[in-house]
């Protein structure tokens, strides 16, 4: 059974994804393996705006990058059993460094002993968000905390410089174009 078949069809609270996190961390201790993640999408979202005490819907996924891994193959195939994706080439904006090379956080407090969890900042998980062309992002920066709980000039210096990044920085699904409206209708000043 997967970890996801263990907690239905969605993940809607931290312990949700901690307890997932502890059973990749079991399997790579069994099978001695060490591993740098960093935690993307909705399950980190779900981290920010849990620990933010703000609510934000419910994932179907854990999402991570690979940072480091003693055994590349092994750790992909502990990964492929739990059903944890790894995120590589999805999203144009952010870049795939940036979030291994900007601002992160060390998931502490928990037990794990082979695995490493890094989160990144909210401003950039709020751009892999403005610069998709995804429905369900779209109404994440509409109908929850995230744009509140970004610190604006942060996000404005990233957002201005990923837009140099786009290969089509005219795409009209791109959710970018809808950035400064959707920052009106929640009241949030912008300079």
Not at 99 to 121: A, N
Not at 155 to 176: A, C
Request: aromatic share 6%; glycine share 4%.
């Amino acid at each position: 059974m997967s970890t996801l078949a263990a907690f239905g069809d969605k993940m809607t609270e931290i312990e949700s994804i901690l307890v997932a996190l502890d059973e990749l961390d079991v399997l790579c201790e069994i099978r001695n393996i060490r591993a740098e993640i960093l935690l993307l999408g909705g399950a980190a979202l779900l981290l920010h705006m849990q620990q933010a005490d703000r609510k934000f819907r419910p994932t179907r996924d854990i999402d991570i990058n690979i940072l480091s891994s003693t055994d590349a193959k092994g750790f992909m195939d502990i990964l492929s059993e739990l059903a944890i994706d790894i995120v590589g080439g999805i999203m144009e904006v952010p870049p795939a460094e940036d979030f291994k090379e900007r601002d992160r956080f060390r998931l502490e407090g928990t037990r794990f002993t082979h695995i490493d969890v890094y989160v990144p900042s909210i401003e950039l998980l709020a751009c892999s968000k403005i610069f998709s062309r995804r429905e369900k992002d779209l109404k994440d920066l509409e109908e929850t905390d995230l744009l509140e709980l970004c610190d604006l000039d942060s996000l404005f210096e990233l957002v201005e410089e990923y837009k140099d990044f786009l290969l089509n920085p005219n795409d009209p699904n791109s959710n970018h174009h809808q950035l400064k409206e959707i920052l009106k209708r929640k009241g949030i000043n912008i300079n």
